[in-house]
């Protein structure tokens, strides 16, 4: 099992350019997760997916967009990358009646210039 | 709003010694609390957790103290090693996890 795999893991950006970062898991998870990691400021939620076909905002969802492609995959958009947005970016996911883990990926370090 | 907080920012801790990070949370609707440990270059990886239904909870050298009244949690490394050097976040979920921000703990030989 790869457990939760994320691309890439290294992202330049300029302001303005549109990307999409890709999660997949192959635990079988229902709910899967979008966080994003600053110094000083923990995880904080953007976006989750309890089961496939729903998604939901989470604390700090303005400049992106999710889509839960099937129950393996969850991707996350920028389509106007800001330097505020230069974080390194976590998916997790999670089976929805087991003990609460949340499995984490290496994250994919993004710069916006 | 910060809803779980969390101190140190760091720690530097000898070989052997007791590690102590603390946490406190707002929201008494929160029903799992559990810690993460993350090395650089990584994801955060689950250490351990608790439920507010017991006090204290121990796995190997480390344990979640908890005090439900005083809304608060922490977690012990008893004989802190070199390779429990690593960020620890502690966190609180009622559904979806909300976490602390991070103490960077580093043990020396």
């Known amino acids: 099992n790869a457990g939760v795999t994320q691309t890439p893991k290294f992202q330049v950006l300029k302001t303005g350019q549109s990307m999409t970062l890709q999660c997949a898991q192959d635990?079988?998870?229902?709910?899967m997760y979008w966080y994003r990691q600053d110094p000083g400021m923990g995880l904080r939620l953007i976006y989750y997916?309890?089961?496939?076909?729903?998604?939901d905002k989470g604390e700090v969802p303005n400049g992106y967009n999710v889509s839960r492609l099937n129950k393996r995959e969850f991707s996350l958009r920028l389509e106007s990358a800001a330097p505020s947005q230069t974080s390194v970016y976590f998916c997790a996911s999670l089976f929805t009646g087991g003990n609460n883990e949340q499995f984490f990926g290496p994250g994919t370090r993004l710069t916006v210039l | 709003q910060q809803q779980v907080k969390q101190s140190p920012q760091s720690l530097i801790v000898q070989k052997g010694g007791i590690s102590i990070i603390n946490c406190a949370y707002e929201n008494t609707a929160f029903d799992y609390f559990p810690w993460y440990q993350q090395f650089p270059g990584k994801g955060p990886a689950l250490l351990i957790a608790?439920?507010?239904?017991?006090s204290e909870k121990k796995e190997g050298r480390f344990t979640i103290s908890f005090n439900k009244s005083a809304k608060q949690f922490s977690l012990h490394i008893m004989d802190s090693q070199p390779g429990d050097s690593a960020t620890y976040f502690c966190?609180?979920?009622?559904?979806?996890?909300?976490f602390g921000t991070g103490t960077r703990l580093l043990v020396s030989p």
């Open positions: 608790i439920r507010p239904d017991v």
């Open positions: 997916s309890a089961s496939e076909g729903t998604t």
């Open positions: 635990m079988n998870h229902n709910s």
């Open positions: 966190a609180a979920s009622k559904g979806k996890l909300v």
